[in-house]
C-alpha cells in the first residue's frame, strides 16, 4: 500500500516536473535573457560568437550551434540559438542550461577559481640531449639544467602547495616524447573551476658565440590553436570545430601572456644583473600549440655563451632561476585566483 502511493506521488511529480518543463519551455530573445537573468551579453557579428558575462561566469556561443562553451574550457550540448528576423533567440534548452550554470556557478558559497595542477617540464632528457656545450672542458647538456631547475621548482611548489598537483613530465634521465609530455598535460582531471599551468623548461644554444640572455615564449594569439581535441570534431562535425577554437583561445592566450610576464619579471629580478632580459616571445611550437592551459617556455640562458655557460654550469645559478620560476607561478596563481 504504501508502495502505491509512493508511486502516485512519484507520478504526481513527474507529471507536475513535465508540466513545469513545457511552460517553461519558451524561447527567449539574447536581450530578454540578459534582462531576466541579469547577465551582460556580448555578441561580435564578425566572428558570429556571442558571450554572456554574470559576475565574472562566462558561457560563449554562436547562432547555429548546438554547443555552449562554459567559463572557455567545458562544452555544453544545447539547443542551437537562431535568428528570427533579425532577433538572435535562444530556445528553452538553451535558456534552462545557461541560467542553470550561472545560477549554480554563482551561488552563494562561491568558491574562486583555482589552478589545481601545475606541470613542469624539463626539456629534452635520455637520448635528447638538447643543446650541448663544452664548459670549463666539459660537457654541459641542456637535458641535465633543465631537470634540475625544473625538480628545484616542483619541491618548492610542492611545499608551498601540499593541497595542488604538482606533476613534472620527468624525474630523471628518462626521454618523454612531445606526445607524452602534451598527453600528461591534457590529462590532469579538473573540476569545473580548475586550471592547469605548464611550464617547460629550456637553455639555449647558438653557433653565435656572443648570444646571451633568457626569454619567455608564449603562444602566437595569431596562431588558431586546436583547443577542441578530435573526438569532439568527431563526435560533433569538422566545421564547428574553428567556432569552439575561437571562443576558447582567447582566454589560453591572456593568461598565458600574464604567465610569461610574471616569470619574467622574475627572472629579470634574479639574475637580470649577469644575464640580459632577451624579452617575452611569441611563437607556434608544439607542446604549447596542443596543451589546452595556459602554458610557457622559458630559455634560461645560452650555454654556449662563454660567461653564461659557466654560469649555468653552477647550482647556485641554477637554484637562483628555479627560485624566480617558482616565484614567477606564485605571482601568476594570486593574480590568477583573486
Ligand atoms: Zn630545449
Redesign the pocket.
Known amino acids: 500500500m504504501r508502495i502505491r502511493a509512493l508511486r502516485i506521488f512519484l507520478l504526481l511529480t513527474l507529471l507536475y516536473a513535465w508540466s513545469a518543463q513545457v511552460f517553461a519551455s519558451e524561447a527567449l530573445s539574447l536581450l530578454e535573457f540578459g534582462s531576466k537573468y541579469k547577465v551582460q551579453i556580448s555578441y561580435d557579428p564578425v566572428t558570429a560568437c556571442g558571450q554572456m558575462e554574470q559576475r565574472g561566469v562566462f558561457v560563449s556561443f554562436a547562432p547555429g550551434t548546438p554547443f555552449i562553451v562554459l567559463d572557455w574550457q567545458n562544452l555544453r550540448k544545447v539547443e542551437a540559438p537562431f535568428w528570427d528576423k533579425g532577433t538572435l533567440m535562444l530556445p528553452a534548452g538553451f535558456v534552462v542550461e545557461a541560467s542553470t550554470y550561472f545560477s549554480e556557478r554563482n551561488a552563494p558559497k562561491k568558491e574562486a577559481y583555482s589552478v589545481a595542477t601545475i606541470l613542469i617540464d624539463a ?2 632528457g635520455g637520448k635528447d640531449s ?2 650541448v656545450a663544452t664548459v670549463n672542458g666539459k660537457q654541459l647538456m ?1 637535458k641535465n639544467l ?1 631537470l634540475e631547475v625544473s625538480k628545484r621548482v616542483a619541491d618548492l611548489l610542492r611545499s608551498r602547495y601540499p593541497e595542488r598537483k604538482i606533476i613534472t613530465t620527468r624525474d630523471n634521465d628518462s626521454f618523454p616524447s612531445l606526445d607524452d609530455r602534451v598527453a600528461m598535460a591534457n590529462s590532469a582531471g579538473l573540476g569545473m573551476k580548475e586550471t592547469v599551468i605548464y611550464v617547460s623548461i ?3 644554444a647558438s653557433f653565435n658565440k656572443n648570444a646571451k640572455g633568457y626569454e619567455v615564449w608564449y603562444l602566437n594569439p595569431e596562431y588558431r590553436r586546436t583547443v577542441v581535441d578530435a573526438e569532439t570534431v568527431r563526435e560533433k562535425g569538422s566545421e564547428i570545430a574553428p567556432i569552439l577554437n575561437a571562443m576558447l583561445e582567447e582566454e589560453f592566450t591572456t593568461e598565458s601572456i600574464i604567465l610569461a610576464r610574471k616569470v619574467y619579471d622574475r627572472l629579470g629580478l634574479a639574475i637580470g644583473a649577469s644575464s640580459p632580459g632577451r624579452g617575452i616571445r611569441a611563437e607556434e611550437w608544439f607542446v604549447v600549440r596542443n596543451a589546452k592551459m595556459p602554458s610557457i617556455l622559458i ?1 634560461m640562458g645560452f650555454i654556449t655563451h662563454p660567461e653564461e655557460g659557466k654560469l649555468l654550469a653552477n647550482s647556485s645559478y641554477l637554484r637562483k632561476i628555479g627560485d624566480a620560476i617558482y616565484n614567477g607561478i606564485i605571482d601568476f596563481i594570486e593574480h590568477f585566483e583573486s
Open positions: 626539456g629534452h638538447g643543446a641542456e633543465t629550456h637553455a639555449n630559455e
